[in-house]
Each structure stands twice: as structure tokens, then as C-alpha cells.
């Protein structure tokens, strides 16, 4: 990678170790994400990946390395504080609130925002037609595949530059998983850079433009996504050749 590429990154991770308190879990890891492009990190059940998006996010401190946004020195910023920095992170599980309408929950995304809610919320909208007609539904009465783009849009009511998405595919049936990386290339197309950690490896790296596979908390290996695709090691041990 040259150097230009390198600076341009809106998120870079450098050499980051992080755990739960006893030993770590990830250790150094290295990732940079580009404005308008998804990187895939890929990898079994166990390997780090979640608690590598915890680490950016600082839901979880970093023991050694950095976290940088948009160039700017981020590690260990608080979650709320990653917000205003312009970091989205969706996490797998209790990402929407079931018991309000789909647009309580955009309006809980866009707090902070001082003016624009509604536009905001027009825009998304216009981003996730799915949602539109869902406005006044409760969270909790959409399909798997609804909810998980009512959390990616809750994440981008700040206007968010990068944004971290955790197994978002996790559940849905392969009908819905495409409609959902469908939405995720076109936020990606508006310009922010999108981080997805997911266990289908073949489709998120089909999706992606570059993958990192994470093994036992470190970097195991990493290049352009279709690369990755016809890896023989990424094949016999993630993919599974297609028979
Ligand atoms: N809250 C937690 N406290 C302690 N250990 C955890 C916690 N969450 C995950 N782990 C451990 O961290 C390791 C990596 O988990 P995780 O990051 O969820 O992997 P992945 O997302 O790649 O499946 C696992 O061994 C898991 O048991
Ligand atoms: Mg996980």
C-alpha cells in the first residue's frame, strides 16, 4: 500500500491489543478502512472480530496501540465520544430499542444533532425505502432484515464517517442478505467507510474491496477482496470450495 493510500484512511488501527481484563484477546491487530469502501474482516467463530470492533468503538479499553479517525488520535475516547468523532458502531445484538416506533429510534440516533433531525430522517429514508413505510411500526414488529437496516440508519443520523457494522447478515435468509448488502454498498457509496465483521466470509468478501482475516486475535492475513476469494488457505479453512 503507498503511503498516500495510508494517510486517506478514515479509520486506521494500529497495532491494537484489547481483551476482557485477563489475558488479551487481540493482539496488535492493524486495519485501515477507506472513505467509500467496505472492509471485510473475516475469520471462525472466536477469533476476535467483535471484540475488535469493541476496541475501536471504546466500549472496551485498548491495552497498547491507536485508534485513529480521519487522522486524529481516538484510542480509548469513550463510546459517546467516538459518536462526535464522527464513529458509528452497530453492534450485533440490542442495537434498536423494540418498544419504540422506527422513527423514535432515528430521533435516538440523531440526539446530539442540533438541527436537520427530520431531514436526516428523510434522507435515510430515502437510503432504506424499507423503512419509510415502517415509520409509525414499532422496532420490535420488523423482520430480522428491516431491523437490521433501522440500526445501520440509526448509526448514520450523525453523519458518521465510518461506520462498523457486527455480523449485520447474522440470521437473515439469503433472499434478505442480499437486499442488506445491497443497502450496505449504497451507504458505502455516499462516502463512508464501512467496517463489516461477518462469519459468511464468502459473501462479505465478495462485497468488500479489501479483507482481513483475523485468527486467534491476530492478523492472519489481509489483501484486495476478490484476492482473498481464491486464497487457498482462506478457502479450505472460511470459504469451502464450491462443489
Ligand atoms: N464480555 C466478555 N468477557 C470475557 N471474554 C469475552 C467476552 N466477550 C468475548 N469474550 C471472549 O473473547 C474471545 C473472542 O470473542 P469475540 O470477539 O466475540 O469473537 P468473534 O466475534 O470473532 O466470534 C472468545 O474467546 C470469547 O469467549
Ligand atoms: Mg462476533
Known amino acids: 500500500m503507498t503511503t498516500s493510500e495510508t ?3 478514515v479509520l486506521r488501527v494500529e497495532s491494537v491489543t484489547a481483551g476482557y481484563g485477563g489475558a488479551p484477546i ?13 472492509t471485510a474482516i473475516v475469520g ?22 491507536r485508534v485513529l479517525v480521519a487522522g486524529k488520535d481516538c484510542t480509548n475516547f469513550a463510546p459517546e465520544k467516538m459518536v462526535r468523532h464522527k464513529l458509528a458502531y452497530v453492534p450485533q445484538v ?17 440526539y446530539t444533532r442540533k438541527h436537520g433531525v427530520s431531514e436526516r430522517i428523510d434522507e435515510l429514508c430515502a437510503l432504506f425505502p424499507d423503512l419509510q413505510a415502517s ?20 448509526g448514520l443520523m450523525l453523519d458518521p464517517e465510518v461506520m462498523l ?26 462516502g ?26 491476530k492478523n492472519r492475513l489481509d489483501g484486495p477482496a476478490t484476492q482473498l476469494l481464491h486464497d487457498d488457505e482462506v478457502i479450505d479453512l472460511y470459504v469451502g470450495r464450491m462443489s
Not at 44 to 65: E, F, R, Y
Not at 165 to 190: C, H, R
Open 7 to 9: 494517510s486517506n484512511a
Open 26 to 38: 487481540i493482539e496488535n491487530v492493524t486495519i485501515d478502512v477507506y472513505p467509500g469502501k467496505i
Open 44 to 65: 471462525p467463530n472466536g477469533a476476535g472480530k467483535s471484540t475488535l470492533l469493541k476496541a475501536i468503538s471504546g466500549v472496551i479499553k485498548t491495552s497498547s496501540g
Open 94 to 110: 440490542a442495537n434498536t430499542f423494540p418498544d419504540l416506533t422506527v422513527r423514535e429510534n432515528l430521533e435516538m440516533g440523531g
Open 135 to 154: 415509520l409509525r411500526r414499532r422496532a420490535g414488529a420488523l423482520s430480522g432484515g428491516q431491523r437490521s437496516m433501522l440500526a445501520m440508519a440509526r
Open 165 to 190: 457494522l457486527d455480523e449485520p447478515s447474522a440470521g437473515l435468509s439469503p433472499i434478505f442478505q442480499t437486499a442488506l448488502w445491497e443497502q450496505i454498498e449504497k451507504v458505502a457509496s455516499t
Open 192 to 217: 463512508v467507510g464501512v467496517c463489516v465483521v461477518e462469519q459468511n466470509t464468502r459473501r462479505s468478501l465478495r462485497h468488500a474491496h479489501w479483507g482481513y482475516v483475523l485468527v486467534l486475535g
